[in-house]
């Protein structure tokens, strides 16, 4: 079985022979290959970065991989904004395109293949698909809809026009959906096999429930209608407490929209989670980061990562991962420990 | 206008809903009628207080805690010059020099803890974002605590060379070290001789008061 035979049977809530691994590493493989982040991400260099996604899907045994070196700032500059690339660290916003709201009103193109460094970027997910699609499944990671506002936006700007100033609030939100849409397109075209919906800020660890329904499901139903047209599946990533019984609803409602995989991040129980949804999804989840990967110790990272296995792989229908995306500086030695810990552990008996 | 009493309990009200003309208005009012600002200070940090422990327990959400804290610094705006003529500003409960470390712009967490350790009754002197470890040690000379913020994993190592730095210039032993930020945890602060860890506001302000010698309230 191969990595993308075994990542796409559990993602269809199948029984593949073991459980599959998807690390979503972003930037990671930079450390593996010692590349400057400045020298990919800045002008991005394709090349490179191939070479780091490929080194990280090598060296973690991983079944899925996202098929660039992704950072929050790949729509920034086509606005407008201003990205800064520390030279090992990972990139991030210095200036957002719309701090100032009157600048919305200059967007004239989301068209990914005509903004900033997306061309790069595209060419990077063919490479990769084209050095590994047979074997791996390629993830294509879209911001999700609230998510991709509070970058372009700033967060705490959009947090404030949550409550102050509504409807710019949904146009920020509206325009970010038609970028993901673009973006599902363009990576479907580039040989993504799925997407997945990276929504750190969807989810009640940033917004409430009412704006949860409001903003992100319509947002999530039309990411999905456009991955649907491309024949790929959704997984979808928001931060909060989902498996509490008062946010428990906000997961039917994702799944509603047609969504085939849920990842569950910190605060959740993924025991739980897979008795409540298991039937109608796939879990995806694992290690907490900032409590058990970045700082380890080894010992507790194998620990937590069996915890997670017992509790969550059952017969199928399961994809283990870190709790969120990881980044360069999360020491390897923790994440061999968790992916030796899956390989070991996460066998599936033949005929069980 | 409502009696004082009431009024109190309407400016709560105004800056736990975000409501800054409310809570302005409500401020004039009662200075007007004579309240010290110190009283209007201290009904604006128990809303604080009590917006802080909703968050904590997931009632209410980071917008309604950004809007809170916003109409909170308009209030006081307002109300400063009044604190001052009372001479309640330099009967702090203490002095926070707080930032967000070098590489790291994410200001939220740390411009929500900045308006809880002033509603605590701290003075903070606020170093911003993409802070480098030499100006938070700078800033350690006039402060009680440093409160550093980290929202990368990436630019986390700062938080420690701030304590080496602070451990060279001799000023470890006289400046209590705070920590938070998402990708910050208990072991981590623990790991690089932080004195503690927030793992939110209403943590770090509980640390920051027990530290000055107070009760966590």
């Given at each position: 079985m191969t990595g993308k035979q075994r990542f796409l049977t559990a993602l269809n809530g199948g029984r593949p022979d073991r459980v599959p691994i998807f690390l979503r590493d972003l930037t990671l493989g930079l450390d593996l290959c010692d590349l400057d982040t400045s020298q990919v991400s800045g002008g991005y260099d394709s090349v490179a970065a191939v070479q780091a996604v490929v080194a990280s899907q090598r060296r973690f045994h991983q079944d899925a991989v996202v098929g660039c070196i992704h950072d929050l700032g790949l729509d920034v500059e086509a606005f407008g904004g201003h990205v800064e690339f520390p030279r090992r660290g990972i990139p991030f916003v210095a200036r957002a395109p719309f701090a100032d709201a009157d600048r919305l009103r200059e967007v004239r193109s989301v068209d990914p293949a005509e903004n900033g460094r997306?061309?790069?970027?595209?060419?990077?997910y063919r490479l990769v698909k084209q050095q590994l699609g047979d074997d791996v499944a390629i993830a294509a990671n879209i911001e999700g809809p609230v998510t991709r506002a509070g970058v372009l936006r700033g967060l705490d700007k959009l947090a404030m026009d949550l409550m102050r100033r509504p409807a710019l609030a949904a146009e920020l939100v509206e325009l970010s959906t038609t970028i993901a849409e673009a973006h599902v397109r363009s990576?479907?075209?580039?040989?993504?096999?799925?997407?997945?919906?990276a929504a750190a800020s969807d989810g009640p660890a940033a917004i409430s429930p009412t704006h949860y329904a409001e903003l992100t499901i319509p947002g999530l139903r039309r990411i999905v209608a456009a991955a649907r047209d491309c024949d790929l599946p959704v997984v979808f990533h928001p931060h909060g407490p989902f498996t509490d019984p008062r946010f428990r609803e906000l997961v039917d409602m994702a799944l509603d929209c047609g969504i085939q995989g849920f990842q569950f991040g910190e605060g959740c129980d993924l025991s739980l989670a897979r008795e409540l949804w298991?039937?109608?999804?796939?879990?995806?989840?694992?290690?907490?980061?900032?409590?058990?990967l970045l700082p380890g110790p080894v010992e507790k990272v194998r620990r937590?990562?069996?915890d997670c296995l017992d509790r969550a792989m059952g017969t199928g229908g399961f994809v283990l991962m870190a709790s969120c995306s990881l980044h360069r500086n999360t020491p390897s030695a923790h994440i061999d420990a968790m992916v030796e810990t899956a390989l070991a552990r996460g066998q599936y008996t033949q005929g069980a | 206008m409502p009696d004082t009493q009431d009024a109190h309990s309407h400016l709560a009200q105004a800056i736990i809903t975000g409501d800054e003309a409310a809570g302005i208005a409500m401020s004039r009012e009662l200075l007007s009628a004579g309240e010290p600002a110190t009283d209007i200070v201290a009904t604006m940090a128990a809303a604080m207080t009590q917006l802080g422990a909703r968050f904590q327990r997931n009632e209410v959400f980071l917008p309604d805690i950004i809007v809170a804290a916003d109409a909170f610094e308009q209030v006081m705006a307002l109300v400063d010059p009044h604190l001052r003529a009372q001479g309640a500003v330099s009967a702090s409960r203490g002095r926070v020099a707080l930032g967000v470390v070098a590489g790291d712009i994410h200001d939220i967490g740390k411009s929500i803890v900045k308006i809880m350790l002033e509603a605590a009754g701290f003075a903070v002197l606020d170093l911003g974002n993409d802070v480098p470890a030499t100006r938070f040690v700078e800033?350690?000379?006039?402060?009680?605590?440093l409160g550093i913020s980290a929202l990368m994993?990436?630019?986390?190592?700062?938080?420690?060379?701030?304590?080496?730095?602070?451990?060279?210039a001799r000023l470890r032993e006289s400046t209590k070290v705070l920590v938070g930020g998402a990708p910050v945890s208990a072991d981590f602060a623990r790991a690089i001789g932080a004195d503690?860890?927030?793992a939110d506001a209403v943590e770090g302000v509980k640390l920051a008061r027990s530290w000055m010698g107070e009760g966590a309230q």
């Open positions: 997306w061309p790069a970027v595209i060419e990077t990576l479907a075209g580039a040989g993504a096999d799925l997407v997945f919906v298991g039937d109608r999804a796939c879990i995806l989840g694992g290690p907490d980061v900032p409590e058990v937590v990562t069996a | 800033a350690a000379g006039d402060a009680d605590i994993s990436t630019t986390m190592p700062v938080m420690e060379e701030v304590v080496t730095l602070l451990e060279q503690g860890y927030g």
